[in-house]
């Protein structure tokens, strides 16, 4: 009989960002309060699996998520950098609707390939990080559950990897709110399943 092993890969929870920039791997910004509640919620909501490891991205928005997590286990939170935000060129402004980073041309350059993006770290290449922490933390947990915490494009990229799906998409359509779970479900080595769920609430 096959073991089965899931791996849930929780998308951090809201952050403090009164500024509106884009942060991406910049140090210093933590959970809103929101968030923390949002924490709080998918703690809750994975109180009832047989976690053996939390394992969180080494940015601090990852950590304070994974803390509620751990405690509702008895683990320390673990870190690993393979679940790290995407790097991209535009961290540390703002890239809202009519403001200016989109429109200078000194810009432009950064947007030439979508595809890629050229604007930051290659799909491929957090495709291939990120399959990689998830193997680890399944290996780990044989026959229990792993939690993951990590970001938006990196959870995403990850569930487009491991289904099959091309790598190129359009950031609007990913389902990956946050404080969100999308769990992997492996017998054995195989993944048989994906379950996606919003804890938190959309």
């Not at 492996?186 to 769920?197: E, I, N």
Request: charged share 20%; glycine share 8%; proline share 6%.
């Amino acid at each position: 009989m096959a073991e089965q092993t899931r791996v849930h890969l929780v998308r951090h929870g809201e952050v403090y960002n009164p500024e509106g920039v884009l942060y991406g791997r910049l140090p210093g910004f933590r959970l809103s309060d929101k968030g923390n509640q949002q924490a709080q919620a998918v703690a809750a909501a994975l109180a009832g699996h047989e976690v053996v490891a939390v394992i969180a991205s080494p940015l601090q928005r990852a950590q304070e998520t994974a803390a509620p997590i751990a405690a509702r286990h008895g683990l320390a939170v673990d870190t690993d950098a393979d679940l790290i935000e995407s790097a991209n060129f535009f961290e540390g402004k703002r890239l809202g609707p009519g403001d200016g980073a989109w429109k200078d041309p000194r810009f432009w350059w950064q947007l030439r390939n979508p595809f890629t993006p050229s604007w930051g770290e290659p799909y491929k290449q957090v495709a291939a990080r990120m399959t990689t922490a998830v193997f680890k933390a399944r290996a780990r947990a044989a026959g229990a559950d792993a939690v993951c915490i990590s970001h938006q494009l990196p959870v995403w990229t990850t569930r487009l990897s491991l289904t099959g799906k091309r790598l190129w998409h359009d950031p609007r359509r990913r389902e990956c709110a946050v404080g969100s779970v999308t769990t992997f479900v492996f017998d054995d080595d195989q993944l048989v399943d994906v379950l996606y769920s919003e804890p938190a609430g959309s």
